[in-house]
């Protein structure tokens, strides 16, 4: 399915280098930004108090932020869990207050506000749990990197899983410089995102790599450079297609979802944006400039040139 076709090839390549300048700016500047200011993490991994909170009619959660807002506390997180009866509270540790004395000062004014409020239950997550969090959330972006990098050497060749790996991560830094730079709150559904955008980049990238192997085998007098322009020109309207319907239904989490969604969606709005990037004008040309050539896709030697009208030319089963 194609909105539009293209009939002259975009030459992306000739501007390789000016592009993954930028790139290159854009990333030193977010490992800068980490080490500098580092992450805003949320209470899952700090440690705080967590509190459950029921009412007898379906709970305003705006009223909820708002009236513990008025307490001081920032960074809390205000959700619905099981009913929309139900509120799920995390409130960060403060300094010379215990856990039982902040949950009733936030009980207390809770009730002030609306009277149906009643406490389920109340208990302190250490920071130890926050720590093995931490760990887990490392080894989980350790696992797919690995694993990505290994699908992609079975199914292509090295250079094109070296390429894609620097391509996966310079994503994932910057996101992560984007929340360091604005301190905007580090969540497991921030660390979520992030593991999906590994996910959402990487297949814009065998897309790509799937269609320079099948170029290469169909255009014999092609140089490389021209193989890659091709193969990322006939993939634009796909692109357009599937990243459009994918950050509008994001867009509507960003926009409508509130406060519980909003940075989830955000880090995926981010993490779209530069995966497309990074698929055509990093990816691709660390594999060019690696030196991917037709006798690393091919094997067996040269075949005989096919018709590049024939539909089928290139295809294998």
Same mark, same amino acid.
């Given at each position: ?7 002259? &090839?975009?030459?992306?390549? %000739?501007?390789?280098?000016?592009? /993954? ?12 930004f980490l080490f500098s200011r580092g992450l805003h993490l949320s209470v899952e991994f700090t ?14 959660? /705006? ?10 506390? /920032? ?10 009866? &139900? ?18 000062? *936030? ?22 749990? =926050? &720590? ?12 797919? *990197? ?21 391509? /996966?991560?310079? &994503?994932?830094?910057?996101?992560? =410089? ?28 065998? *897309?790509?790599?799937?269609?320079? %192997?099948?170029?290469f085998r169909r255009y014999r007098k092609m140089n490389t450079m021209q193989i890659i322009d ?63 050539? %037709? ?23």
């Amino acid at each position: 399915m194609e909105f539009f076709k293209i009939k002259r &090839d975009i030459p992306f390549m %000739r501007h390789a280098i000016i592009f /993954n300048v930028v790139s290159l700016v854009t990333f030193l500047a977010a490992v800068f930004f980490l080490f500098s200011r580092g992450l805003h993490l949320s209470v899952e991994f700090t440690g705080g108090t967590l509190m459950e909170v029921t009412y007898t009619q379906p709970a305003d959660l /705006n009223l909820v932020r708002s009236t513990v807002a008025k307490l001081g506390l /920032n960074d809390v997180q205000v959700q619905n869990f099981g009913t929309a009866r &139900d509120v799920l509270i995390r409130l960060p540790v403060q300094k010379g207050v215990t856990s039982a004395q902040q949950s009733v000062q *936030v009980m207390a004014a809770l009730k002030a506000a609306d009277a149906s409020a009643v406490m389920r239950r109340t208990e302190f997550v250490g920071p130890q749990v =926050g &720590d093995e969090l931490a760990a887990d959330g490392l080894k989980a972006l350790a696992s797919v *990197v690995v694993g990505i990098m290994l699908y992609l050497s079975i199914r292509f060749e090295w250079k094109f899983a070296v390429a894609a790996i620097i391509a /996966n991560l310079h &994503d994932v830094v910057i996101i992560l =410089g984007f929340f360091a730079f604005f301190q905007w709150e580090f969540s497991l559904p921030v660390l979520a995102a992030v593991l999906a955008v590994l996910g959402y980049s990487v297949n814009e990238s065998v *897309v790509i790599f799937d269609r320079i %192997r099948e170029n290469f085998r169909r255009y014999r007098k092609m140089n490389t450079m021209q193989i890659i322009d091709s193969a990322i020109t006939s993939t634009i309207s796909r692109t357009i297609i599937t990243h459009g319907s994918t950050q509008m239904m994001v867009l509507s989490m960003l926009l409508f979802g509130g406060a519980t969604l909003h940075y989830f969606a955000l880090a995926l709005t981010i993490g779209i944006l530069f995966g497309i990037y990074s698929s055509v004008f990093v990816a691709a040309a660390i594999a060019m400039w690696l030196g991917i050539q %037709r006798e690393d896709l091919i094997k067996g030697g040269a075949k005989k040139e096919e018709d590049p009208n024939d539909p089928n030319a290139g295809a294998t089963v």
